[in-house]
Antibody, heavy 121, light 112 residues
Framework: QVTLRESGPALVKPTQTLTLTCTFSGFSLSTSGMCVSWIRQPPGKALEWLALIDWDDDKYYSTSLKTRLTISKDTSKNQVVLTMTNMDPVDTATYYC?????????????WGQGTLVTVSS | QSVLTQPPSVSGAPGQRVTISCTGSSSNIGAGYDVHWYQQLPGTAPKLLIYGNSNRPSGVPDRFSGSKSGTSASLAISGLQAEDEADYYCQSYDSSLSVYVVFGGGTKLTVL
């Protein structure tokens, strides 16, 4: 079955760089049409899409955060990594990775459980 | 401020039918892009509820239905049950300014 799991630090300091890893199973990111996205949700607020990487290693970023984000994949390890630079307290959120089949127009059919990242000194 | 607009809250009594709207624009829903809906129970990850405007994944009860018209979409829940109390989000694609994936602001459903 398809599973995704996010991992990374629970606490980062302002100005630091956050690195999150999504480890997945049950599918291959080398399969045509397969994509993984990162989505975040500040406490009590709405979902916000951050970035997407597809099977062909094409990458797409939220316009508002593009300069701070880098998404990459390691197909052999079934992992997708997101880095976000210059972290600020407003970046405190639960960060999810999720799978889509068919690019950015498609639905997220499987989600990880999420990992809460708090930005505080 | 979300690209897709949803009412902050809706409510209904058990057994009733409620609808949640999702209003977009000519660069997303109105451009023909599909709308997807998610249910998020308290403290859990979102779960896909409706994909491609009106399709239910396996395991989703047929009490949940979706529709789309023009620049808007709707999620309908009939035969409300206490377990339906959750946050609901719509999602689509936006072709303007390379925005890509967009979500609604979410709607809190309260079962009275």
């Amino acid at each position: 079955q398809v599973t995704l799991r996010e991992s990374g630090p629970a606490l980062v300091k302002p100005t630091q760089t956050l690195t999150l890893t999504c480890t997945f199973s049950g599918f291959s990111l080398s399969t045509s049409g397969m994509c993984v996205s990162w989505i975040r949700q500040p406490p009590g607020k709405a979902l916000e899409w951050l970035a997407l990487i597809d099977w062909d290693d094409d990458k797409y970023y939220s316009t508002s955060l593009k300069t701070r984000l880098t998404i990459s994949k390691d197909t052999s390890k079934n992992q997708v990594v997101l880095t976000m630079t210059n972290m600020d307290p407003v970046d405190t959120a639960t960060y999810y990775c999720a799978r889509t089949m068919g690019g950015a127009v498609a639905s997220f059919d499987y989600w990880g459980q999420g990992t809460l990242v708090t930005v505080s000194s | 401020q979300s690209v897709l607009t949803q009412p902050p809250s809706v409510s209904g009594a058990p057994g009733q039918r409620v609808t949640i709207s999702c209003t977009g624009s000519s660069s997303n829903i109105g451009a023909g892009y599909d709308v997807h809906w998610y249910q998020q129970l308290p403290g859990t990850a979102p779960k896909l509820l409706i994909y491609g405007n009106s399709n239910r994944p396996s395991g989703v009860p047929d009490r949940f239905s979706g529709s789309k018209s023009g620049t808007s979409a709707s999620l309908a829940i009939s035969g409300l049950q206490a377990e339906d109390e959750a946050d609901y989000y719509c999602q689509s694609y936006d072709s303007s300014l390379s925005v890509y994936v967009v979500f609604g602001g979410g709607t809190k459903l309260t079962v009275l």
